[in-house]
């Protein structure tokens, strides 16, 4: 399952990179993978070894428990000295907000902190037999001077499925601080924006209403919102939802885009096209 999950993960990466990189790289950065995979084999308790919870006991003891972690991201470098900081500020974000490790560290201790933290979380699970945790960061260049970077975290813990999440992230290239919601579209604009994604969800799945929509299997337990999981492309602006966000895990994620022009009343002027 593993191996069918990367190759799917990196032509689904590759085709991001393809339709939203721009030609010409406006600020001398380029991209670098850190990669590593660790995996580890639990033995099954023995009889004599004290179980807890006696439930639990016949699943520790007629299989070993495995686990692996994977991290495969992306940084940024720069052979331009004077992008050094740049390049320092957004993987110091990187390791922060994807990774939840302090940016005093090395990228490389980052990453095996990381996964430290996710055998500490196996050790200390009691049901899961399988247990895996795949990382695959990837940056992307989008509209003038926006470095988008989109994190696809797939866990499986036990349970009937494993759970994808993907978070979407944006930097400013030239200054390397991050991009927020509130940035690109004011807090007073952030209704009429809702009403929009709407909009364009009825009509990217051809119905007039919201029971139709409903019926359609989306919206059903939540009202529509604004997906801080964005992405400034060149052509436009994609929000992108995960698996139960607006429909069912069956449904998988769900990605609405609305160009530049439709936005153009409500977006700062800073972001305008």
Not at 89 to 103: P, V
Not at 113 to 125: M, P, T
Not at 178 to 190: M, R
Not at 232 to 253: C, K, T, V
Request: charged content about 25%; proline content about 3%; some cysteine.
């Amino acid at each position: 399952m593993a191996h069918y999950t990367n190759l799917f993960l990196g032509a689904f990466f590759l085709l991001l990179v393809m339709s939203c990189s721009s030609s010409t790289k406006w600020n001398d950065l380029e991209f670098y993978n850190v990669e590593k995979l660790e995996q580890l084999t639990e033995a099954p308790i023995k009889e004599d070894e004290e179980e807890d919870e006696e439930d639990f006991a016949p699943i520790r003891e007629n299989s070993n428990r495995e686990m692996d972690v994977k991290v495969d991201m992306q940084f940024i470098k720069s052979d331009n000295e004077a992008n050094e900081n740049v390049c320092n500020l957004i993987n110091g974000q990187l390791i922060e907000i994807l990774l939840k490790q302090s940016s005093d560290l090395s990228i490389e201790e980052a990453v095996e902190h990381y996964i430290e933290d996710v055998k500490a979380e196996f050790h200390g699970d009691e049901v899961a037999n399988i247990y895996y945790d795949h990382l695959t960061g990837r940056a992307e260049y989008g509209k003038k001077n926006v470095l988008n970077y989109r994190m696809m975290e797939e866990v499986f813990t036990g349970g009937a499925h494993p759970c994808t999440i993907t978070t979407i992230l944006r930097f400013d290239a030239m200054t390397g601080e991050y991009i927020s919601l509130d940035q690109v579209f004011p807090t007073s604009n952030q209704m009429t924006l809702r009403n929009m994604l709407l909009d364009k969800l009825m009509k990217d799945n051809d119905v007039q209403t919201i029971d139709e929509l409903h019926e359609k299997g989306f919206l059903e337990m939540i009202d529509m919102f604004v997906s801080s999981n964005f992405a400034l492309r060149e052509d436009s602006i994609e929000f992108y939802y995960n698996e139960y966000d607006i429909a069912p895990y069956a449904y998988g994620p769900s990605t609405i885009c609305l160009g530049y022009e439709e936005v153009k009343p409500i977006i700062s002027t800073t972001f305008e096209k």
